[in-house]
């Protein structure tokens, strides 16, 4: 089992910038890659970015290109997602997800269904 706590929501303006983290702890060598998604009030949970757990390869929903990073420290157990030029449109509860080595279903189609561990949220609000 591998368990999974995000952290670095908060409130902030419009243009602003923000990091999560998601600190993963258990059997972490066991994972494969990380991916964050958000949830809006009264919407469907989306993909937001991806990272591998052992290469340089990255994803992102097109919405955020340009604008949010993804990346990991291995060292920490932790991958970070660098919010930047932040919208209300951004609103929602982060959620950080992780699979393990064997599942690649995540990885070609991002959806919450094809993740196996979850974080508990965080809530991120931008005011306009």
């Known amino acids: 089992q591998v368990q999974l706590v995000e952290s670095g929501g908060g409130l902030v303006q419009a243009g602003g910038s923000l990091r999560l983290a998601c600190a993963a702890s258990?059997?972490?060598?066991?994972?494969?890659?990380m991916g964050w998604f958000r949830q809006a009030p009264g919407k469907e949970r989306e993909f937001v970015a991806a990272?591998?757990?052992?290469?340089?390869?990255?994803n992102y929903t097109d919405s955020v290109k340009g604008r949010f990073t993804v990346s990991r420290d291995n060292a920490k157990n932790t991958v970070y997602l660098q919010m930047n030029s932040l919208s209300p449109e951004d609103t929602g509860v982060y959620y950080c997800?992780?699979?393990?080595?064997?599942?690649?279903?995540?990885?070609?189609?991002?959806?919450?269904?094809?993740?196996?561990?979850w974080g508990q949220g965080t809530q991120v609000t931008v005011s306009s």
């Open positions: 997800a992780a699979n393990p080595h064997g599942n690649t279903r995540g990885w070609s189609n991002p959806t919450p269904g094809n993740y196996v561990y």
């Open positions: 258990g059997r972490t060598f066991s994972l494969y890659y």
């Open positions: 990272i591998s757990w052992s290469t340089d390869n990255t």
